[in-house]
T-cell receptor, first 115, second 115 residues
Framework: AQSVAQPEDQVNVAEGNPLTVKCTYS??????LFWYVQYPNRGLQFLLK??????LVKGSYGFEAEFNKSQTSFHLKKPSALVSDSALYFC?????????????FGQGTELSVKP | DTGVSQNPRHKITKRGQNVTFRCDPI?????LYWYRQTLGQGPEFLTY????????KSRLLSDRFSAERPKGSFSTLEIQRTEQGDSAMYLC?????????????FGPGTRLTVT
C-alpha cells in the first residue's frame, strides 16, 4: 500500500531560522509527491510538487522541497522562517494505481514560528 | 477564476437529519474529489468524478452518503440519517486532467457538526 509519514507532530522554529518539515513515503514505482499548507478553518493550499526532474523543487512563499529517492524522503524546507508560516503542513502522494489520482495524505505537522 | 468554493461553510445538524453540501470547482477542471478531514488527521479520500461520472468511491463512503455531479460542473454530497461520527470537515478539490497537472486545488471546506 502507498503511504506517507510525517514523523513530527510539531516543529518549533525561531523567526529568521531555517525550517525543515519531514516527510517519508512508501510507494511502488516513481512517486508523485506534494506539499500542502492549511491555515485554521481553511482548506488546503498547494505549495509544491515533485513529479520528475530536479530533486530540488521550488514552490510558493519561498518554500522548497528535496526529493531523496535513496532515503524515500521529501522534506519541506525554507531558508528563513516567518511568523506567518505558522500553520499545519501536509505531505501527500498521488495514488498511481488510482485512475483519478486521489491523494494520500500524511497526518500533518504543525509548524510554529516564534518571533 | 475564483478557485474552488463550498457551501455552506458550517453546518450544525441533529442526529438523524439529512444534510447536503455543494462544491463549485475551478471552471476548467473536469476532475472533482471529495475528502473528509477529522481533527488532527490528514484528509481522507471519499469519492472522485471525471466530468459527470463518479468513477471511484472509498469504503469510507457508507450507503448513507451519496454524491452527484449532474452536468459535470458543481457537485453535491448528501449525508442521510447523520450520525455523530459524521462530524468532520468535508473538503472538495478539483484538478485538470492535462498531463503533468496532478495537483489538486481545495475549497475552504464545510465543517459539519452533528449533535
Amino acid at each position: 500500500a502507498q503511504s506517507v509519514a510525517q514523523p513530527e507532530d510539531q516543529v518549533n522554529v525561531a523567526e529568521g531560522n531555517p525550517l525543515t518539515v519531514k516527510c517519508t513515503y512508501s510507494v511502488s514505482g516513481n512517486p508523485y509527491l506534494f506539499w500542502y499548507v492549511q491555515y485554521p478553518n481553511r482548506g488546503l493550499q498547494f505549495l509544491l510538487k515533485y513529479i520528475t526532474g530536479d530533486n530540488l523543487v521550488k514552490g510558493s512563499y519561498g518554500f522548497e522541497a528535496e526529493f531523496n529517492k535513496s532515503q524515500t524522503s521529501f522534506h519541506l524546507k525554507k531558508p528563513s522562517a516567518l511568523v506567518s508560516d505558522s500553520a499545519l503542513y501536509f505531505c501527500a502522494v498521488r495514488d498511481i494505481y488510482n485512475q483519478g489520482g486521489k491523494l494520500i495524505f500524511g497526518q500533518g505537522t504543525e509548524l510554529s514560528v516564534k518571533p | 477564476d475564483t478557485g474552488v468554493s463550498q457551501n455552506p461553510r458550517h453546518k450544525i445538524t441533529k442526529r438523524g437529519q439529512n444534510v447536503t453540501f455543494r462544491c463549485d470547482p475551478i471552471s476548467e477542471h473536469n476532475r472533482l474529489y471529495w475528502y473528509r478531514q477529522t481533527l488532527g488527521q490528514g484528509p481522507e479520500f471519499l469519492t472522485y468524478f471525471q466530468n459527470e461520472a463518479q468513477l471511484e468511491k472509498s469504503r469510507l463512503l457508507s450507503d448513507r452518503f451519496s454524491a452527484e455531479r449532474p452536468k459535470g460542473s458543481f457537485s453535491t454530497l448528501e449525508i442521510q440519517r447523520t450520525e455523530q461520527g459524521d462530524s468532520a470537515m468535508y473538503l472538495c478539490a478539483s484538478s485538470s486532467d492535462k498531463v503533468g497537472s496532478y495537483e489538486q486545488y481545495f475549497g475552504p471546506g464545510t465543517r459539519l457538526t452533528v449533535t
